[in-house]
């Protein structure tokens, strides 16, 4: 019996101690319900509406991101808000005050829940922007959503309404209502575009998940192209799960967009579970085209969206992040993306070895401008081993000067070039 006494008063201590820390939680926990709508495409406004309730604290802040993660210039998208305002469950307007950058704090006391409501003014069509034009919308919840500060971990919904025939596609998890999604915290919500209007969906199936690409405007990259691309991008993500044992979403998204961007972020951009993508349209627009930069893209989901420099996270949206590792991010993307397209078998050997020299004659320029780019084409794959020792060696010695192994945003590192030039040499040894 004493036995028994001692043995259940820990575990009645445990199960009231557990019941109790579940009620503060769920206390604590925040609902957040956002909703987005367009009603008058002219305005090239949207309207969000934000709903939080279970509020249990004195104060609250609310925080708008100034910057996008993989697009390193602050754009302090609260520029483009207008009449914004919160309220109280009555309606009544509740003061607040500026006291951040693009942080307001309002009283809270007696106060369980509250809705903010703004119009957000999309005007420019770029990769950390936000657009509304006639045929279609396009943004990223970085440029949209208020943070609860202290809530991150947070899940919410976010509602849409759209102008009637128009098509909707996000990298937010999907629920049976096709305009409803849900996030599984801050983090997450913000890092999803979503693309509504008229557009192409071409959908495949890889290892069991649903990946879209979603083409605008429609009828731009036809149907063969959309199909002999999803098909080349399938083997090319295949190439990328072997290397990590298996794809960590439940689905994926690639937006592209055949028209020029409307400011300087224009190229492409990583998410989580998505990337967006600018390619000039007409029959330059190929399906080989553009899986270079479809296999860097869905590289970055690993290097950097979850493998990441420490500086870098948690994010600090308020302002510039720091760190001196995006040549890890940019540099070893760089590689794998170009050698996966080789294991799909996309592309071929003699072009993989075209990029690669094409890549180490552009580390080397413009101080060996006159003679790398002519010297390094001449060695291509062949029987020839002299060439084969002259090009590893080439690279090699080329490879510990001067400037940095990525061309996309990357920092010039001489490590990120030696780093670089040695993965690149061991797998061109590997397959000549
Ligand atoms: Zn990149």
């Known amino acids: 019996m004493r036995y028994i006494n001692r043995l259940v008063s820990p575990v009645i201590f445990i199960v009231v101690l557990t019941f109790a820390q579940v009620a503060i939680a769920q206390k604590s926990a925040l609902k957040i319900d956002h909703a987005v709508s367009l009603t008058d495409v002219a305005k090239q406004q949207f309207h969000i509406t934000t709903d939080i309730k279970n509020i249990h604290q004195p104060q609250l802040s609310l925080s708008l991101p100034t910057w996008a993660p993989g697009w390193y210039t602050v754009e302090n998208y609260f520029k483009n808000v207008l009449r914004f305002r919160i309220t109280d469950a ?176 224009s190229g492409a951009l990583e998410h989580l579970n998505s990337y967006v993508a600018f390619s000039p349209g007409g029959e330059r627009s190929t399906p080989e085209g553009i899986i270079g930069t479809g296999s860097h893209e869905f590289f970055h989901l690993w290097n950097v969206k979850r493998i990441r420099p420490a500086e870098m996270w948690p994010y600090d949206y308020s302002r510039e992040n720091e760190t001196p590792l995006l040549w890890v991010s940019e540099g070893f993307t760089n590689y794998y993306g170009v050698v996966a397209t080789y294991r799909a078998g996309v592309t071929t050997k003699e072009a993989f070895l075209q990029r690669a020299a094409d890549a180490a004659a552009g580390i080397e320029a413009p101080r060996l401008a006159s003679i790398s780019r002519r010297q390094i084409r001449r060695f291509r794959p062949g029987p020839d081993t002299t060439r084969r020792s002259h090009l590893v060696s080439h690279i090699t010695r080329r490879g510990k000067t001067s400037r940095a192994c990525s061309t996309c945003r990357s920092g010039t590192t001489r490590a990120a070039n030696t780093i670089w030039t040695t993965l690149c040499v061991r797998f061109i040894t590997s397959i000549i």
């Open 90 to 265: 009555k309606g009544a307007v509740l003061p607040m005050r500026m006291t951040k950058k693009q942080t307001w704090t309002i009283d809270t006391k007696g106060i369980e829940q509250i809705r903010i409501d703004y119009d957000y003014s999309a005007t420019v069509l770029g990769l950390n922007q936000a657009k509304i034009a006639s045929d279609f919308a396009f943004f990223t919840g970085i440029e949209l959503f208020l943070e609860p500060v202290g809530h991150r971990d947070v899940p919410s919904t976010v509602k849409f309404q759209i102008p009637a025939g128009w098509k909707l596609i996000s990298a937010l998890k999907d629920t049976p209502d096709p305009m409803l999604f849900t996030a599984a915290d801050y983090d997450t919500l913000v890092d999803a575009p979503v693309l509504m209007g008229s557009f192409d969906v071409t959908e495949c199936e890889v290892e069991g998940k649903p990946h879209y690409f979603a083409a605008a405007p429609a009828g731009v990259f036809n149907a063969e192209k959309s199909k002999r691309y999803t098909e080349i991008w399938g083997k090319t993500i295949q190439a990328q799960s072997a290397i990590f044992g298996g794809l960590p979403y439940e689905k994926y998204v690639a937006f592209y967009f055949f028209m020029p961007a409307q400011s300087n972020a």
